[in-house]
Structure formats: C-alpha cells, structure tokens
C-alpha cells in the first residue's frame, strides 16, 4: 500500500516567517493530496488539497505544490500567526482496489509559531 | 449544518473489556469512516461503510468491526481490549464513496487500562 513520510516532526518559526512542511510518498497512482490541521484537543480539519493534474493551490497563507515526478508534495504557510500553531497532517491516496476508501496520513508535524 | 459527532467523548475501560463508538455523519453523507489515532502514529485507517456494506478494512485485528445503520450511522466495537488499544478513535464522513474532503468529527478518547 502507499507510504507517506512527513517531515520535520517539529517546526518553530517566529511570527510573520513563513513555514514549510514537506512530506513523500510511495504509490506513484496516488492522485489526491489533503493537508489537515488539528489544534489541541480537536478535530483534525481539512485546510487545503491538491489533486495530481495540478502543479500548485492557494488559498490566501496556505500554498500547496505536488511534484509527481519526484513524488513529494508541501505544505507552504506564509505570514505565519500565533493561531496557526497545530499539528498539520500530509495524506495521499490512490484512491482505488484495494485502497479505497482511505487516506494513508503522515505522521504530522507540530507547528509552534512565536509571537 | 450540523457536523460530524460522535459519543461519547471519553471512555475509561478495563483490558478485556467490549467497547461501542458511535458516529452521526453529515447529512447527506453516506459513507463513514473510522480511524484509530495513537499517540505519535499519525491517524491509520480502520474502516470503510458505504449504504450500510462494509467497503473496506484496515489492517487491524477481527476484533474491530463495526456496522452502518440504514440513516448512516454508524457505531464501531472493539472486543477483548488491550492496552495499545488506547487512542483517539476518528470518525469521518463524505459524499457516497468520495475521499475528497472527508470531514472528521471530534473523536472519542479510549483509555485501556
């Protein structure tokens, strides 16, 4: 099945600096990209995704670019804000056979944004 | 609209011991989804109920399972608990068979102990 590999784990950067999550994966069919951010204590909750016909995506801070040649795909937040501090979690799926139906996740990445 | 909710939010058992999680998905959405959060292990994916069938399984054991009700809902068991059992368990919901913006509901804490 596909693998999807997140890094760093851990990310501080001060206010206003921008931040970069980076993540890898394995099933060169996988062709739908969400990121999720989930705050303490809540629901994870979709904030921007990218499906494979597409190079880049952006939605006012929040970019996402995919390389399908190199099979990697990152998270870009510009102007960061104290409130952007959360776990934000790469997913990827081919979304068929045997794959249906679900989404293989990284293992997140905890951002702490300074004030 | 109301969004995905779950219950109850927390749950203390004992190793051995049957639990039930139960899922309300969005109206409209007819498939769920269950996931098993661990500390550090990211989410892994546990179930798939689409119109009532089960469409898919994660690699987990055959003591997690689970049901769809004719109104979508959908409940998850877990017998014979052990202690790695303890996690944050996530239920998602979505357009018939579509992974495009699952949303997830608030979860259900489990401790084993």
């Known amino acids: 099945g596909e693998n999807v590999e997140q890094h760093p784990s851990t990310l501080s950067v001060q206010e206003g600096d921008s931040a970069v999550i980076k993540c890898t994966y394995s099933?060169?069919?996988?062709?739908?990209f969400p990121w999720y951010k989930q705050e303490l204590g809540k629901r994870p909750q979709l904030i921007i995704d990218?499906?494979?016909?597409?190079g880049e995506k952006k939605d006012q801070r929040i970019a996402v670019t995919l390389n399908k040649t190199a099979k990697h795909f990152s998270l870009h937040i510009t102007e960061t804000q104290p409130e952007d501090s959360a776990v934000y979690f790469c997913?990827?799926?081919?979304?068929?056979?045997?794959?249906?139906?679900?989404?293989?996740f990284g293992r997140g990445t905890q951002l702490t944004v300074w004030p | 609209e109301a969004g995905v909710t779950q219950s109850p939010t927390h749950l203390i058992k004992t190793r051995g011991q049957q639990v039930t999680l139960r899922c309300s998905p969005i109206?409209?959405?007819?498939?769920v989804y269950w996931y098993q959060q661990a500390l550090g292990l990211g989410l892994q994916f546990l179930l798939w109920?689409?119109?009532?069938?089960?469409?898919n399984r994660g690699n987990f054991p055959p003591r997690f399972s689970g049901r769809q009700f004719p109104n979508y809902s959908s409940e998850l068991n877990v017998n014979a608990l052990e202690l790695e059992d303890s996690a944050l368990y996530l239920c998602?919901?979505?357009?018939?068979?579509?992974?495009?913006?699952?949303?997830f509901g608030s979860g259900t804490r489990l401790t084993v102990v």
């Open positions: 998602a919901s979505s357009l018939a068979g579509r992974g495009y913006g699952y949303t």
């Open positions: 099933d060169s069919a996988s062709n739908y």
């Open positions: 990218i499906r494979s016909n597409v």
């Open positions: 997913a990827a799926t081919p979304w068929r056979g045997s794959t249906l139906g679900r989404l293989y």
């Open positions: 109206s409209g959405h007819t498939s």
């Open positions: 109920y689409d119109e009532g069938e089960e469409r």
